[in-house]
């Protein structure tokens, strides 16, 4: 029972190009959202989060956007950059629950 | 200086061992956590620790048991091992409530390769 969910394992963008990333959360007593980037052999570092009385949170190339009718969230990056290259996670909290994680999805930026 | 170490990085050992992680960090932080990404690739936390006090157990095997000797330290005991314990184990540590930074961030480690065999 997943509460949190990104459902595209890997995403490939040209540099320069406008990354989207995707995330479907279940639990409607979610109220603060974040997401991280984990480079190969480093754990995740927190990016950007978003609390539910907002619907976007911009921070530099980095745009958050949330959808609480939907239960959906995206992570908008522009320009791609090469060193954007990582696993993003988006994770949530809320309710009783603690930080709940999404499966991740894997972004590939070409040159 | 890194915040959230953990060793070793990589472990491989035979089912059935009994083997340890530690974590160490240097935030002057509380509260640790212990999460485990499975071979799912989701991130799940195990144990969370406040001032070396257990205050999250997600009902984990009791073939678990996590040890902190003082705040800054929170060590992870597997008992033998199985198969199914393979997966990377984070360790992690959010700021306390109050300071500046948001509490539900994680300062994680870097991990620690488990493969059992």
């Known amino acids: 029972d997943q509460q949190v969910k990104q459902n595209s394992p890997s995403l490939s963008v040209q540099e320069g190009r406008i990354s989207i990333l995707n995330c479907d959360y279940t639990?409607?007593?979610?109220?603060?959202f974040l997401w991280y980037k984990k480079y190969p052999a480093e754990g995740p570092t927190f990016l950007i989060s978003i609390s539910s009385i907002k619907d976007k949170n911009e921070d530099g190339r980095f745009t958050v956007f949330l959808n609480k009718s939907a239960k959906h969230l995206s992570l908008h990056i522009v320009p791609s950059q090469p060193g954007d290259s990582a696993v993003y996670f988006c994770a949530a909290i809320g309710g009783a629950q603690k930080l709940v994680f999404g499966q991740g999805t894997r972004l590939t930026i070409n040159p | 200086d890194t915040a959230v170490s953990q060793t070793p990085k990589y472990l491989v050992t035979q089912m059935g061992n009994d083997k340890s992680i530690k974590c160490e960090q240097n935030l002057g932080h509380d509260t640790m956590y212990w999460y485990k990404q499975d071979s799912k690739k989701f991130l799940k936390i195990m144990f969370s620790?406040?001032?070396?006090?257990?205050?999250i157990n997600e009902t984990v095997p009791n073939r678990f048991s996590p040890k902190s000797p003082d705040k800054a330290h929170l060590n992870l005991h597997i008992n033998s091992l199985e198969l199914g314990d393979s997966a990377v184990y984070f360790c992690?540590?959010?700021?306390?409530?109050?300071?500046?930074?948001?509490?539900?961030?994680?300062?994680f480690g870097p991990g620690t390769r488990l493969l059992v065999l």
């Open positions: 992690a540590s959010p700021p306390p409530p109050g300071t500046s930074g948001i509490q539900e961030t994680q300062y």
């Open positions: 639990n409607s007593m979610f109220d603060y």
């Open positions: 620790y406040n001032n070396k006090e257990l205050i």
